[in-house]
């Protein structure tokens, strides 16, 4: 195997695509956005990419084994641009293979004619919140104007460190391409799966590309992560949950 191996799945014609990467992070925000929009939106696999520089393992899926890589689906909107959303379950293991991947990545999206990017993805605020923001950076001032005016945060010295990964490297090297890039981060607690972190980001995302989404499902994810919350705090103040046994003697 070729350090990467792209699989061409269909060849649709995209009005005015712009790319939305959604790869696993803090809180894996950018996955479950992407993933999300794919299935309200009925997105159509259009690449597989391959590459040494994924960890050495396949998925299993009732038995069927598939080899680690990143897929690309088509989404066509009736409201706005179309969509080319990158997922996957992995990220490159070294720093060589962020770039190299990245660069694979926007070789994709640029054969596809994007010449917009949106990475999306979670920035840790080390406790659980309330009120999610979406924090921004972007390859422009003009860029970073647009997005503030959809209610995009812009803190000096926020994320700490930087974007790191394929969602930072699509900024760097996109611009590098003359490619408009932007970074959507939806704060988050860093311990768990955040759906609200992620409908916050897709929230942002609609009003700057035009198309409608659906987030029942997500908030019903969010349900289930507030009870999981829940269950941790009691634990940690030492507050057992009441069994049945116990609630027959509260009178």
Aim: a negative charge; glycine letters at 10%; one cysteine or more.
């Amino acid at each position: 195997m070729d350090e990467f191996e792209t699989e061409a799945l269909a060849d649709p014609e995209l009005s005015d695509p712009v790319l939305v990467e959604g790869l696993p992070g803090v809180g894996h925000v950018g996955k479950l956005a992407a993933e999300h929009l794919l299935e309200e939106l009925d997105g159509e696999p259009v690449r597989k990419v391959y590459s040494q520089h994924f960890p050495p393992q396949v998925s299993i899926d009732e038995g069927r084994s598939e080899l680690a890589n990143a897929e690309f689906h088509a989404v066509q909107t009736d409201q706005g641009q179309d969509l080319l959303v990158l997922t996957g379950d992995h990220q490159a293991q070294d720093n060589r293979g962020h770039y190299r991947m990245t660069d694979q990545f926007l070789d994709v999206a640029e054969e596809f004619g994007v010449e917009r990017v949106f990475a999306l993805g979670g920035v840790p605020t080390g406790e659980l919140i309330e009120e999610y923001d979406v924090l921004g950076a972007a390859t422009s001032t003009a860029f970073v104007d647009e997005l503030e005016d959809v209610g995009v945060e812009f803190r000096e010295d926020e994320p700490a460190g930087g974007i790191v990964g394929v969602s930072g490297l699509l900024l760097g090297l996109g611009e590098r391409r003359d490619l408009d890039a932007a970074c959507l981060m939806g704060e988050t607690s860093g311990y768990l799966v955040d759906p609200k972190s992620a409908q916050a980001v897709l929230t942002v995302l609609q009003d700057l590309v035009g198309f409608d989404v659906d987030f029942g499902s997500l908030e019903e994810r969010a349900e289930e992560m507030e009870e999981v919350v829940r269950k941790i705090q009691e634990m940690e103040q030492g507050t057992p949950t009441p069994t049945d046994e116990d609630l027959r003697y509260i009178g």
